[in-house]
């Protein structure tokens, strides 16, 4: 089986699908549509390629594609943590190696952003030192029963870019909540401050 390394990592912020149609309004109330399986938004029912392990909708991977090439555009620092950490622990697929690495990794991400207040730099540099350390070691963690009150679906549908901004930023603040009977385990990863 080929290892999740630290490539996997920068892939689920690089390797996203092509932009699609922008969302049409009402398409929330029409029978075409399913849920999630990952974070158990209502999406447009559609074909397409999505994540490998993520387990995500076609149309849930196509929106997040999108909320990530318009903030290519604007956000001065990469990497742009948020939005990747939002969606891969709201997505967190099946007990596995892989899965297993990417949902820790981007939970303590969050945990420092969040917590510690450490900058998305800081935050990138320990998930690399934590995967090459614990490559192949990780923990399933249970996830949460729900995925926190927003989803990328939240912030796609915004046309304000400054708008896009928070709502990335509410969006990972609430994935990261959901999250919390695991916090105190999150917890264990972060470096001694
Ligand atoms: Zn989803």
Redesign the pocket.
């Known amino acids: 089986m080929p290892c999740a390394g630290l490539g996997q990592l920068h892939d689920l912020g690089k390797s996203v699908p092509a932009v699609g149609l922008p969302l049409s309004k009402g398409w929330q109330d029409m029978p075409e549509s399913v849920i999630?399986p990952?974070?158990g938004?209502r999406v447009p029912r559609e074909e397409g390629p999505t994540h490998r392990y993520l387990l995500?909708?076609p149309a849930?991977w196509r929106l997040y594609g999108e909320v990530l090439a318009r903030r290519l555009a604007f956000v001065a620092v990469q990497p742009d943590r948020y939005p990747v950490d939002a969606y891969a622990v709201?997505?967190p697929g099946v007990p596995g190696p892989q899965a297993s690495q990417s949902v820790l990794v981007h939970l303590v991400s969050l945990g420092l952003m969040f917590e510690r207040g450490a900058s998305p730099r800081v935050a990138t540099r320990t998930m690399a030192a934590l995967v090459s350390a614990n490559k192949g070691k990780f923990r399933w963690l249970e996830p949460p029963a729900a995925m926190g009150g927003m989803?990328?679906v939240d912030v796609a549908v915004t046309d304000s870019e400054s708008d896009l901004d928070r709502l990335v930023v509410e969006w990972a603040r609430a994935a990261w909540d959901a999250w919390s009977p695991q916090h105190e385990t999150v917890r264990r990863f972060y470096p001694r401050a």
């Open positions: 999630c990952g974070c938004a995500a909708a849930c709201q997505h989803t990328v």
